[in-house]
């Protein structure tokens, strides 16, 4: 079985260079590994190069087109390669030694009983073991009418529907069947869509004994009444317009009005306070939900139809004019305080 890490990456070199160490680290070593570079622009491209790691494989994209944009190039570039299962995260995610044997291990124990899940997904913690991206439980239910979620949890397996992209393990027959994350998305939303797309028919696992950290989580869910990065601000418009996608799409329609009246009472909140620019952030957002109705995509398309061009490399290749320095330092993987320094950077990933 050929296994593929892909992890995406968008300014922020250090965490990467955390992920990075602790994938080539795995006890089960990955057959490839690809990093999809979302037109960094941190000197991303210059850490990479100088890498010596085996079987990595750098795609930096000519433009940032979001977290969505950068999973779906991901996927499909893994896909293409001709893996077996694609083993997604992103830059700030550091899994255990033995995160992906774990994983493969629970994939071969739910073959032995003939179930062939639609991912599997590790369990994610804080840096101070908070518990976080934590997925939906899948309550269908069995023959007699019972929900059959704790079939499986003698083994540290639950059943899972809405989860995300944080160290998921996708099979190729799951890409084959559902296709892509949709690309529009941007950012925020994509790995909900996808994961209750793929899991229509059939659930996805999380593995407990499958750990990961997910840095700079400690702040909680998406938020924007929270939000205290003014760079981000506006990329709620996308968070707002996918709730209600989302709700539209998997949900019945009093999903969906509960979810644009949740979107108003928060817009009503902010004009209250007398912040203008983040209620008509929201507004927008329940606007473009409207005519927002995006098609998904076959995992064999061309990567051209992101509308972006690709340039591919491995560690060790230099840039024409640049002189790489004579010694590369990683950051210490057990170091995650680096994150507190780098909260006010906008990720993109």
């Given at each position: 079985m050929k296994v593929t890490a892909v992890i995406l990456t968008y300014n922020r070199k250090d965490l990467l260079s955390q992920c990075l160490d602790a994938v080539s680290r795995q006890s089960r070593p990955c057959d490839e590994i690809i990093v999809v570079d979302?037109?960094?622009?941190?000197?991303?491209?210059?850490?990479?190069?100088?890498?010596?790691?085996?079987?990595?494989?750098?795609?930096?994209?000519?433009?940032?087109?979001?977290?969505?944009?950068?999973?779906?190039a991901g996927f499909r570039l893994a896909y293409q390669s001709g893996t077996d299962q694609v083993w997604m995260m992103d830059d700030d995610v550091i899994p255990a030694e033995d995160a992906l044997e774990q994983l493969l291990k629970a994939d071969r124990l739910l073959a032995e009983k003939a179930i062939e899940p639609a991912f599997l997904l590790s369990t994610a913690y804080t840096e101070h073991g908070l518990v976080t991206n934590a997925p939906s439980i899948d309550q269908r239910p069995n023959r007699i009418a019972y929900e059959n979620w704790p079939l499986t949890l003698e083994h540290g397996i639950a059943p899972v529907r809405r989860a995300t992209f944080v160290s998921i393990l996708v099979p190729r027959r799951t890409l084959a069947t559902y296709g892509l994350p949709i690309a529009s998305m941007f950012i925020w939303g994509e790995d909900t869509?996808?994961?209750?797309?793929?899991?229509e028919h059939a659930p996805g696992f999380v593995v407990g004994s499958s750990k990961v950290v997910h840095l700079r989580q400690?702040?909680?869910?998406?938020?924007i009444m929270a939000e205290r990065n003014p760079n981000r601000v506006k990329y709620h418009r996308h968070y707002v317009r996918n709730e209600v996608f989302v709700a539209r799409k998997y949900y019945r329609p009093r999903r969906v009005v509960i979810s644009v009246l949740h979107q108003c009472k928060i817009a009503l909140k902010l004009l209250s306070r007398g912040d203008?620019?983040?209620?008509?952030?929201?507004?927008?957002?329940?606007?473009?939900?409207?005519?927002?109705?995006?098609?998904?995509?076959?995992?064999?398309?061309?990567?051209?139809?992101?509308?972006v061009t690709v340039d591919s490399y491995t560690p060790g290749s230099s840039i024409a004019g640049w002189e790489p320095p004579d010694q590369l330092t990683l950051v210490d993987l057990c170091d995650y305080h680096f994150s507190r320094q780098t909260m006010g950077s906008v990720n993109l990933t």
């Amino acid at each position: 079985m050929k296994v593929t890490a892909v992890i995406l990456t968008y300014n922020r070199k250090d965490l990467l260079s955390q992920c990075l160490d602790a994938v080539s680290r795995q006890s089960r070593p990955c057959d490839e590994i690809i990093v999809v570079d979302n037109a960094s622009t941190d000197g991303t491209e210059q850490m990479l190069r100088q890498l010596s790691l085996p079987n990595v494989t750098i795609h930096r994209l000519s433009e940032n087109i979001g977290a969505s944009g950068g999973f779906n190039a991901g996927f499909r570039l893994a896909y293409q390669s001709g893996t077996d299962q694609v083993w997604m995260m992103d830059d700030d995610v550091i899994p255990a030694e033995d995160a992906l044997e774990q994983l493969l291990k629970a994939d071969r124990l739910l073959a032995e009983k003939a179930i062939e899940p639609a991912f599997l997904l590790s369990t994610a913690y804080t840096e101070h073991g908070l518990v976080t991206n934590a997925p939906s439980i899948d309550q269908r239910p069995n023959r007699i009418a019972y929900e059959n979620w704790p079939l499986t949890l003698e083994h540290g397996i639950a059943p899972v529907r809405r989860a995300t992209f944080v160290s998921i393990l996708v099979p190729r027959r799951t890409l084959a069947t559902y296709g892509l994350p949709i690309a529009s998305m941007f950012i925020w939303g994509e790995d909900t869509e996808y994961t209750l797309r793929i899991t229509e028919h059939a659930p996805g696992f999380v593995v407990g004994s499958s750990k990961v950290v997910h840095l700079r989580q400690e702040n909680g869910a998406i938020d924007i009444m929270a939000e205290r990065n003014p760079n981000r601000v506006k990329y709620h418009r996308h968070y707002v317009r996918n709730e209600v996608f989302v709700a539209r799409k998997y949900y019945r329609p009093r999903r969906v009005v509960i979810s644009v009246l949740h979107q108003c009472k928060i817009a009503l909140k902010l004009l209250s306070r007398g912040d203008f620019n983040k209620a008509s952030v929201v507004f927008r957002g329940l606007l473009e939900s409207g005519p927002f109705y995006p098609s998904t995509e076959a995992v064999d398309a061309p990567i051209a139809n992101l509308g972006v061009t690709v340039d591919s490399y491995t560690p060790g290749s230099s840039i024409a004019g640049w002189e790489p320095p004579d010694q590369l330092t990683l950051v210490d993987l057990c170091d995650y305080h680096f994150s507190r320094q780098t909260m006010g950077s906008v990720n993109l990933t």
